[in-house]
């Protein structure tokens, strides 16, 4: 019963290093998604993918890309890290994309510390 | 721009009251509302969710509420128990496929 698998659960990084986070889902979801939490900002969204084969922006994409390998697999890039990518960064699918009754699942989160 | 607000931002209650959450959002133009419960480092678990076209969900001794009309959410938990301790974050599904979080109440029950 996995479910939403991110990897890894922690990371730190040194300001201009990059890495990617690697989230999977074992549900056959069409839709999946990056969001990131920080402190009094709630959970925003980074990028997301509709369907196989498309991505998105959302509503803070700078400094990130995204690829979906496969129908399971949504990856999450920082090509250059900043203090300002310090966060905790939350990958979540649904069956399909905005439908009335469409639940998300998240997995545990990826906690990051850029220094 | 749709925003979500939850208030309070925390709420400390003792063991078997029953209590409100609730959550307000400036669209009224929304799919769906969804409540979710996330415990200290951990993800987000999906509670309830209730359609547009819905007035409540029940799941056990949760009850969640929609009022579109209003732009406004309730949930209410029956006999709470410490281990219903969690934040509370509720989310509206925008008439641009995208989900708009609040950024959640957090509860503490004491025994």
């Known amino acids: 019963n996995a479910g939403v698998t991110q990897t890894p659960k922690f990371q730190v990084l040194k300001t201009g290093q990059s890495m990617t986070l690697q989230c999977a889902q074992d549900m056959n979801h069409n839709s999946m998604y990056w969001y990131r939490q920080d402190p009094g900002m709630g959970l925003r969204l980074i990028y997301y993918s509709a369907s196989e084969g498309t991505t998105d922006k959302g509503e803070v994409p700078n400094g990130y890309n995204v690829s979906r390998l496969n129908k399971r697999e949504f990856s999450l890039r920082l090509e250059s890290a900043a203090p300002s990518q310090t966060s905790v960064y939350f990958c979540a699918s649904s069956e399909a994309f905005a439908g009335f009754n469409e639940k998300l699942f998240f997995g545990s989160g990826t906690q990051l510390s850029v220094l | 721009k749709q925003e979500v607000t939850q208030i309070p931002a925390a709420l400390s209650v003792p063991e078997g009251e029953n209590l409100v959450l609730n959550c307000s959002f400036t669209?009224?133009?929304?799919?769906?509302l969804q409540w979710f419960r996330q415990d200290p480092g951990k993800g987000l678990t999906s509670l309830l969710l209730i359609q547009s076209s819905q007035r409540e969900q029940t799941s056990g001794r949760l009850n969640a509420s929609l009022d579109k009309s209003s732009g406004r959410s309730t949930l209410y938990i029956a006999a709470s128990q410490p281990g219903d301790s969690a934040t509370y974050l509720c989310?509206?599904?925008?008439?641009?496929?995208?989900?708009?979080f609040g950024q959640g109440t957090t509860l503490q029950v004491k025994p």
């Open positions: 989310a509206v599904l925008s008439n641009t496929g995208k989900l708009i």
């Open positions: 669209d009224s133009a929304i799919y769906n």
